[in-house]
T-cell receptor, first 112, second 114 residues
Framework: GDSVTQMEGPVTLSEEAFLTINCTYT??????LFWYVQYPGEGLQLLLK?????DKGSNKGFEATYRKETTSFHLEKGSVQVSDSAVYFC???????????FGTGTRLTIIP | EAGVAQSPRYKIIEKRQSVAFWCNPI?????LYWYQQILGQGPKLLIQ????????DSQLPKDRFSAERLKGVDSTLKIQPAKLEDSAVYLC????????????FGEGSRLTVL
């Protein structure tokens, strides 16, 4: 079945550091890929998405590129802020399945 | 636009007791989902409704969990009897269309079973 593997956390960085959170997936066909974020005390919310190979999703300074050859969708940000502290989830949905499958999440803490 | 509303936010019960969670999706969203998120794990889909019909309940433990969506709007998720391993956050989400992966989540209902 479909699955998503994320780098284990927690991840702690200093403000203005470069961020990468790794995500790889296993799926048949051509899934759509997502990053969701959960800020403290809030519900999950969609951060960005990509629906086909080589697409780049971006939002709030975060980017992720759909790499079919490496089955990856790594999340990056050039300069993190304290307000980026949250739990980040990689997810996929496969055509015809409709079920959004999540990774285990990566907790990110940014230190001033 | 109002978001997805869930209640209660927190619930503590003893094993073998029952509990019910309520969800009100975003107005106009035909698809509603219940996810279970155990500490340290990603959310797992329990059940998906399209209007008031069930689309997927393959991972719902039907011997103790039940869910309904009356009139295609609000939904309730019930657990009876609860087990220790049911301790989790129960997330409700809704979406405008099926299969897009673009879900809007509520803040969740945290259940602790003692």
């Amino acid at each position: 079945g479909d699955s998503v593997t994320q780098m284990e956390g927690p991840v702690t960085l200093s403000e203005e550091a470069f961020l990468t959170i790794n995500c790889t997936y296993t799926a048949t066909g051509y899934p759509s890929l997502f990053w969701y974020v959960q800020y403290p005390g809030e519900g999950l919310q969609l951060l960005l998405k990509a629906t086909k190979a080589d697409d780049k999703g971006s939002n709030k300074g975060f980017e992720a590129t759909y790499r079919k050859e490496t089955t990856s969708f790594h999340l990056e940000k050039g300069s993190v802020q304290v307000s980026d502290s949250a739990v980040y989830f990689c997810a996929l949905v496969n055509f015809g399945n409709e079920k959004l499958t999540f990774g285990t999440g990566t907790r990110l803490t940014i230190i001033p | 636009e109002a978001g997805v509303a869930q209640s209660p936010r927190y619930k503590i019960i003893e094993k073998r007791q029952s509990v019910a969670f309520w969800c009100n999706p975003i107005s106009g969203h035909a698809t509603l989902y219940w996810y279970q998120q155990i500490l340290g794990q990603g959310p797992k889909l329990l059940i998906q409704f399209q209007n008031n019909g069930v689309v997927d309940d393959s991972q719902l433990p039907k011997d103790r969990f039940s869910a309904e969506r009356l009139k295609g709007v609000d939904s309730t998720l019930k657990i009876q009897p609860a087990k220790l391993e049911d301790s989790a956050v129960y997330l409700c989400a809704s979406s405008l269309a099926r299969g897009t992966g673009e879900l809007f989540f509520g803040e969740g209902s945290r259940l602790t079973v003692l």
